[in-house]
């Protein structure tokens, strides 16, 4: 029976890692980084705001450019398997009996990442004038990232292995998202024949904040009881919105009558910004000859400070206990008064479990203040012309992220060629926190209007739902602007 317990423990705290997740990716990338060194590029300044346009533009609403990326250390082929030829099935998940425990935990990083960026252009101009160039530009963008740890899924699978009693001590399940909106002013011009400068300045809006920590579960499995408790926080500030609080419930146990400020949803009475904030670009360009070109820039150095913000705590005194069922009736269709049904205990057993991840308002925390960095990029590059063929360069791209324990650098070589005058391409490979990638940019600009599309990662093998299977590194950017 505790085997059927084992696997209704790992199923409700899978659902409350995927709900944590899920509440996050409504939305680490802008424009790829594969298109850095392509000259033909038109979005360049959005990396190193030192880099201009070779023409005027602008962007069609909401198509001029779109970015849209997903990184993370694992992928679905981490859990599911191949089932075994007796089953009825082709694929199992990896609670299957017939998956090797160390097969699986050894394929999993000491904690399972993973990212989503969306980043939507909806209105952007750019225009040399005034000895520079200079650009205005209004986008949606939205980061996300999750953080599961190995013990989790060391608890999922392996349940109680010693006899005498297994104890699991996880920590540090994590999930963020900001949400905003950004309002850019950017200029860059010419020092000398050697040196180019190029800054942006940045109004932020924050649309959406949450920040959603179970700091600990203890989860301890002996063969008298199995005991569970867990300590976390959540934090949202969303569009003016407010905790909704479940309905009190009479029939709740007495340890448990907090109902009255237990977190049932978020309710937006009246829409309105969640926080304003600021952010910076800035960037440098140095060519000492006609071959090298040199360049830095530092990108999204800012915050945003939400307003707003609702804190609310699980209750450590919501301790699950279960040792066991007794004294049921097997048929549900003849159970007399006074006696409880195998349906009942279960249920009971699922409402109790669910306790202890219940959110509960802190009323010493509603409305108030909290400042969030943005994650700001750095990036140093160096480029070199074929001298033989002037229509070809190799870039090395330096990139690091920085946001806490979410930071990611990154390493990337690219071929950059110009074949023909309209048309301009870019190959890359990167070598990041995650692995290893694959790139490609694809740049047309025959007169009036310039197209491209490519991406820093090529889309992996993918199952018939199109879910990455061997990573989740992942990033497609595109884009259609009229050029004069």
């Given at each position: 029976?505790?085997y059927?317990i084992?696997?209704?423990?790992?199923?409700?705290?899978?659902?409350?890692?995927?709900?944590?997740?899920?509440?996050t990716?409504?939305?680490?990338?802008?424009?790829s980084?594969t298109s850095?060194?392509l000259r033909?590029?038109?979005?360049?300044h959005q990396?190193n705001?030192a880099?201009?346009?070779?023409?005027?533009?602008?962007?069609?609403?909401i198509?001029?450019n779109?970015?849209?990326g997903t990184?993370?250390?694992?992928?679905?082929?981490?859990?599911?398997?191949?089932a075994?030829?007796?089953s009825a099935y082709?694929?199992t998940?990896f609670m299957?009996?017939?998956?090797?425990?160390?097969?699986?935990l050894?394929?999993?990083?000491?904690n399972?990442r993973?990212g989503?960026?969306?980043?939507?252009q909806?209105?952007a101009l750019?225009f040399?004038k005034?000895n520079?160039?200079?650009?205005?530009s209004l986008?949606l963008?939205?980061?996300?990232?999750?953080?599961?740890p190995?013990?989790?899924?060391a608890?999922?699978k392996?349940g109680q292995?010693?006899p005498m009693?297994?104890?699991?001590?996880?920590?540090?399940?994590?999930?963020?998202?900001?949400?905003?909106?950004?309002?850019a002013?950017g200029?860059?011009?010419d020092?000398?024949?050697?040196?180019?400068?190029?800054f942006?300045?940045k109004g932020?809006?924050?649309?959406?904040y949450?920040n959603?920590?179970?700091?600990h579960i203890?989860?301890s499995l002996?063969?008298q009881?199995?005991?569970?408790e867990a300590?976390?926080?959540?934090?949202?500030?969303?569009?003016?919105?407010?905790?909704?609080?479940?309905?009190?419930?009479e029939?709740t146990?007495a340890?448990?009558?907090?109902?009255?400020?237990?977190?049932?949803?978020?309710?937006?009475d009246?829409?309105?910004?969640s926080?304003?904030?600021?952010?910076?670009d800035a960037?440098?360009?140095f060519?000492?000859?006609?071959d090298?070109?040199?360049?830095?820039?530092?990108?999204?150095?800012?915050f945003?400070?939400w307003t707003?913000?609702n804190?609310?705590?699980?209750?450590?005194s919501?301790?699950?206990s279960f040792?066991g069922f007794h004294?049921f009736?097997?048929?549900?269709?003849?159970?007399?008064?006074g006696?409880?049904?195998?349906?009942d205990?279960?249920?009971?057993?699922?409402?109790?479990?669910?306790n202890?991840f219940?959110?509960y308002?802190?009323?010493?925390?509603i409305?108030?203040?909290?400042?969030?960095r943005?994650m700001?990029?750095a990036?140093?590059?160096?480029e070199?012309?074929i001298?033989?063929?002037?229509?070809v360069?190799?870039?090395?791209?330096?990139?690091?992220h920085?946001?806490?324990?979410?930071?990611?650098s990154?390493?990337r070589?690219?071929v950059n060629v110009?074949p023909v005058?309209?048309?301009?391409?870019a190959l890359?490979?990167?070598?990041?926190t995650?692995g290893?990638t694959m790139?490609w940019m694809?740049?047309?600009?025959?007169g009036?209007?310039?197209?491209?599309?490519?991406?820093?990662?090529?889309?992996s093998?993918?199952?018939p739902q199109?879910?990455p299977?061997?990573?989740?590194?992942n990033?497609?950017?595109g884009?259609?602007?009229?050029?004069?």
């Amino acid at each position: 029976m505790k085997y059927y317990i084992q696997s209704f423990f790992s199923i409700v705290s899978l659902c409350l890692i995927l709900f944590l997740t899920s509440i996050t990716n409504k939305m680490h990338a802008q424009i790829s980084n594969t298109s850095y060194y392509l000259r033909s590029s038109i979005y360049r300044h959005q990396l190193n705001p030192a880099y201009d346009a070779p023409n005027d533009y602008f962007a069609l609403p909401i198509m001029g450019n779109v970015s849209i990326g997903t990184s993370g250390n694992f992928g679905l082929n981490h859990f599911l398997y191949d089932a075994p030829t007796i089953s009825a099935y082709e694929t199992t998940t990896f609670m299957s009996s017939s998956v090797d425990a160390n097969k699986f935990l050894s394929n999993l990083e000491r904690n399972s990442r993973f990212g989503t960026n969306i980043d939507v252009q909806l209105l952007a101009l750019g225009f040399h004038k005034w000895n520079g160039f200079n650009t205005v530009s209004l986008s949606l963008r939205s980061i996300s990232q999750t953080s599961l740890p190995k013990e989790l899924f060391a608890f999922m699978k392996l349940g109680q292995t010693d006899p005498m009693g297994t104890v699991y001590d996880i920590y540090d399940i994590s999930t963020q998202s900001q949400t905003f909106a950004e309002i850019a002013f950017g200029r860059s011009k010419d020092i000398n024949d050697e040196l180019r400068v190029g800054f942006k300045v940045k109004g932020l809006i924050g649309l959406e904040y949450m920040n959603a920590q179970i700091n600990h579960i203890r989860a301890s499995l002996g063969d008298q009881e199995w005991t569970l408790e867990a300590e976390g926080m959540l934090e949202t500030a969303v569009l003016g919105g407010q905790f909704d609080y479940a309905d009190v419930d009479e029939d709740t146990p007495a340890n448990h009558r907090t109902v009255d400020r237990e977190i049932n949803g978020v309710d937006i009475d009246s829409p309105k910004s969640s926080g304003l904030g600021a952010a910076i670009d800035a960037g440098i360009i140095f060519q000492p000859n006609a071959d090298w070109v040199f360049s830095a820039s530092i990108t999204d150095f800012g915050f945003i400070a939400w307003t707003d913000v609702n804190t609310a705590y699980q209750d450590p005194s919501n301790k699950y206990s279960f040792d066991g069922f007794h004294d049921f009736v097997l048929d549900e269709n003849n159970v007399k008064e006074g006696d409880t049904s195998l349906g009942d205990q279960l249920d009971d057993t699922g409402d109790d479990f669910a306790n202890v991840f219940k959110f509960y308002q802190d009323d010493d925390q509603i409305g108030h203040s909290k400042t969030k960095r943005l994650m700001a990029t750095a990036r140093f590059g160096a480029e070199y012309t074929i001298p033989f063929y002037r229509r070809v360069t190799t870039g090395l791209l330096v990139t690091h992220h920085f946001n806490e324990v979410y930071s990611v650098s990154e390493v990337r070589l690219s071929v950059n060629v110009s074949p023909v005058e309209w048309v301009d391409g870019a190959l890359s490979i990167g070598v990041d926190t995650f692995g290893t990638t694959m790139g490609w940019m694809l740049n047309f600009h025959p007169g009036v209007i310039d197209f491209f599309i490519g991406g820093d990662a090529i889309l992996s093998k993918v199952n018939p739902q199109y879910i990455p299977l061997s990573d989740m590194n992942n990033q497609l950017s595109g884009g259609l602007s009229i050029t004069f």
